[in-house]
C-alpha cells in the first residue's frame, strides 16, 4: 500500500521514466495504438501546444503522466469544432494520459485527470479528449467521471480495422 501519492508538474528529467511507464502499459492497455512509435517515444510525452503536464508519483517514484493541450489542427480540431459549436480557443485536450500497469487500481489516473480538468476550468476552456473505443478501461473509466461522447472521427493514424475514435467532453 502506497504511502504517498502526489501529482505535480511534470520536469524535463521525469521524461526518460515516463518513456519506460509508456512502454511498460502499452501491451496491456493498447495505448498509444500504433506500438512501436514511428519517432521517438519522448516526442510522444511531450508535445507541442501544451497547457500544462503533471506527473504523479508513488513514494517518491514518478508512476504515471497526464497532460492538457491546445487541440491540434486537423482531425481533433474540426472533429470538436463540429461536435460543440465551440472555437478551438474554447476548449482544453487531456492527453497522453497513463498509469504504470503495476499501479492500476490506486486512482492515480483520477487524479491525473482531475488536475487536467482543473487546469482546463482555471483556463476558462471546455475539456475535451479523444479515446479508442477499442480501449474500454479508458472510455469506461471516462464515462464513470461524466464523460459525454460528443461524436466520433477517424484520424489518419487508425487502422482500418478499428472503429471510429470517440470524441468526449465534460460538461459544467
Request: a negative charge; charged letters at 25%.
Amino acid at each position: 500500500m502506497p504511502t504517498a501519492v502526489t501529482v505535480r508538474l511534470r520536469a524535463a528529467s521525469d521524461v526518460p521514466r515516463l518513456v519506460e511507464v509508456l512502454a511498460a502499459q502499452q501491451p496491456g492497455s493498447g495505448y498509444p495504438v500504433r506500438w512501436p512509435l514511428p519517432f521517438p517515444a519522448e516526442d510522444f510525452v511531450v508535445r507541442d501546444g501544451e497547457l500544462g503536464a503533471w506527473v504523479v508519483e508513488v513514494d517518491g517514484e514518478v508512476a504515471g503522466h497526464g497532460a492538457l493541450l491546445h487541440p491540434a489542427d486537423g482531425w481533433e480540431a474540426d472533429g470538436f469544432t463540429a461536435a460543440l459549436g465551440l472555437p478551438v480557443e474554447r476548449m482544453a485536450s487531456v492527453s497522453t494520459l497513463f498509469v504504470d500497469p503495476e499501479r492500476r487500481g490506486l486512482g492515480l489516473g483520477t487524479r491525473l485527470l482531475d488536475v487536467a480538468v482543473g487546469r482546463a476550468r482555471d483556463l476558462g476552456r471546455v475539456p475535451v479528449l479523444d479515446v479508442v473505443q477499442e480501449h474500454s478501461p479508458a472510455a469506461d473509466l471516462y464515462r464513470r467521471r461524466g464523460w459525454r461522447v460528443v461524436g466520433e472521427t477517424r484520424p489518419p493514424w487508425l487502422p482500418a480495422d478499428r472503429r471510429p475514435v470517440l470524441l468526449m467532453t465534460l460538461d459544467a
